[in-house]
Nanobody, 126 residues
Framework: QVQLVESGGGLVQAGGSLRLSCAAS????????MGWFRQALGKEREFLAA???????????DYADSVKGRFTMSRDNAKNAVYLQMNSLKPEDTAVYYC????????????????WGQGTQVTVSS
């Protein structure tokens, strides 16, 4: 069982930055692939970024084209946490942001994730 709690959302002006955090419980955190998704009002949940475990302490990170170069995902296994640094924010980035954990499978599809946080609201004003 993994419990996830996001934090760090808020209101920011276009062009600004925010850093989201996701704290995870559970002793097997190191083996879980972690992902960030968002869901804007009236839209489907959208993949943003995810880590996939390659073994040992090696992970690789995939990004959606819509955030590549602006968002950076990182993880700290010692703290059981993942982060999403968001720069050059745009009004269209306004959404509820979720972190999620998966035991296996590919990183892009929300249906493959086993655990979800409650979400944190990000609002970008123009």
């Amino acid at each position: 069982q993994v419990q996830l709690v996001e934090s760090g959302g808020g209101l920011v002006q276009a062009g600004g930055s925010l850093r989201l955090s996701c704290a995870a419980s559970g002793r097997t955190f190191i083996s879980y692939g972690m992902g960030w998704f968002r869901q804007a009002l009236g839209k489907e949940r959208e993949f943003l970024a995810a880590t996939t475990w390659s073994g040992g302490s090696v992970y690789y990170v995939d990004y959606a084209d819509s955030v590549k170069g602006r968002f950076t995902m990182s993880r700290d296994n010692a703290k059981n946490a993942v982060y999403l640094q968001m720069n050059s924010l745009k009004p269209e980035d306004t959404a509820v942001y979720y972190c999620a954990a998966r035991a296996g499978g590919g990183p892009y599809y929300a249906s493959l994730y086993d655990y979800w946080g409650q979400g944190t609201q990000v609002t970008v004003s123009s």
